[in-house]
């Protein structure tokens, strides 16, 4: 994967897309079996003195412990921060789990190594970034794309919000951790890059309707990821070495994109928005939470249904749209949008993708209600300043 990593970064820095990309911090990427061991290699080659492990109960287990071992046979000091879930079992990356992670940071701790998934490196990336000490990123389920970004998606007075922080200066995926992972994490690991299909063709729409910032070297980046994936589906739902192996390369190939292009449109478009509409309900009925990759797997159906079917009725009829501005553009990008919605494959694609690698398929499975599905198609494009589909389909049209 280093060479990967290397080839991107060259990439990146010559790109022509008129963006400024960002270079990229991260120094190493291991994965394979015995990433653990070669974690603590790279600790000693930097010269650190004492780590912190944030971990919860279930990551402790999974590889905290392991790695707490290795790192007093290696005479490395550490200290483990345990933080605790709410009243549902949740680790939630909200104030009082960042509260908890920044008092359990010694003072003299030179460097945060984050052991778990989604939330644990959300919290521990905001945390290296407020008290300047660099993060090690140690995944326990290839779950979520966010190992290698810059995001921190932080639940802040029950508001869903991204700050841009700092990316990880290493990742050491241990693949005998990762194959051992709840088959549900996968699952949503999965979720996560097929939400790519909607989240592309949402910037791209964006991009021609709207002027946003868009550069084809990310696109690639993250279509490959993408391919990666659906080429391993077997291998996935089986949750063998090579599906596994193919998924978290996928998964930090996503987030190197991200981390690149400094802001999460490629990997995160309409979909996604409805995940975190869904997310902060919950959070007001305190009901436990759902996995993030699960309920983007069955926002991406709902949305692919509502953009084949809604944007080509507007393609065929332009004059629903209020302003002549987005009116002229509709019309003058025609058959680029055309394109854009013909690489987006209908719904039933998406739930059967999720059905084989054991995720659930619909919002029901999920217990997100019609009334809720109903209320986010609406509000939820407001999230993100953002020009999706969605936000075009809500605002853009006379019956709006």
């Not at 270079?23 to 080659?45: D, M, R, T, Y």
């Not at 490959?224 to 070495?241: G, P």
């Amino acid at each position: 994967m280093n060479d990967r990593l290397i080839e991107i970064a060259n990439l990146a820095s010559k790109c022509q897309c008129g963006n400024n990309h960002n270079s990229i911090p991260i120094e190493e990427i291991v994965i394979e079996k015995g990433a653990l061991e070669q974690s603590i290699n790279f600790l000693q080659k930097k010269g650190f003195q004492h780590a912190v492990l944030v971990v919860d109960e279930h990551t402790f287990k999974a590889a905290g412990e392991k790695l707490s071992n290795l790192l007093k046979k290696a005479a490395i000091h550490h200290t483990v921060c345990l933080v605790d879930p709410d009243e549902n079992g949740d680790v939630a990356a909200d104030e009082k789990v960042i509260v908890q992670a920044l008092l359990g940071m010694p003072r003299e701790a030179d460097v945060l190594l984050a052991v778990g998934a989604g939330t644990l490196q959300d919290v521990t990336r905001f945390c290296s970034e407020k008290t300047e000490k660099p993060f090690i990123s140690i995944p326990t389920a290839p779950s979520v794309d966010g190992f290698t970004s810059m995001g921190a998606p932080l639940i802040i007075r029950g508001f869903k919000k991204t700050f841009q922080t700092q990316a990880p200066i290493a990742v050491f995926a241990d693949i005998d951790v990762l194959v051992s992972a709840p088959p549900e994490m996968v699952a949503a690991g999965f979720g996560d890059m097929i939400a790519k299909f909607t989240s592309l063709a949402d910037w791209k729409f964006g991009a021609l309707m709207a002027d946003e910032p868009y550069c084809e070297l990310v696109e690639s980046m993250t279509k490959e990821a993408l391919e990666k994936c659906i080429v391993n589906k077997d291998n996935i739902a089986r949750r063998n070495e090579t599906g596994i192996t193919a998924l978290i390369e996928a998964l930090i190939v996503s987030g190197l994109a991200m981390l690149v292009f400094g802001q999460s449109h490629p990997a995160s478009g309409g979909e996604h928005h409805l995940s975190h509409y869904w997310e902060m309900e919950f959070l007001r009925e305190r009901r436990p939470q759902v996995l993030h990759g699960a309920k983007v797997g069955v926002s991406t159906p709902l949305l692919a249904q509502l953009y084949k079917e809604e944007m080509q009725a507007i393609l065929l009829d332009p004059s629903q749209v209020k302003d002549a501005f987005m009116r002229k553009r509709i019309k003058d990008n025609q058959q680029e949008i055309k394109a854009i919605l013909n690489k987006i494959p209908e719904s039933a694609y998406f739930e059967k993708l999720i059905e084989k690698t054991g995720g659930e398929s619909s919002t029901t499975e999920l217990g997100i209600h019609d009334s809720l599905v109903t209320d986010s198609m609406l509000e939820a494009h407001k999230l993100r300043d953002r020009f999706t589909m969605l936000r075009f389909l809500n605002e853009e049209l006379e019956y709006n």
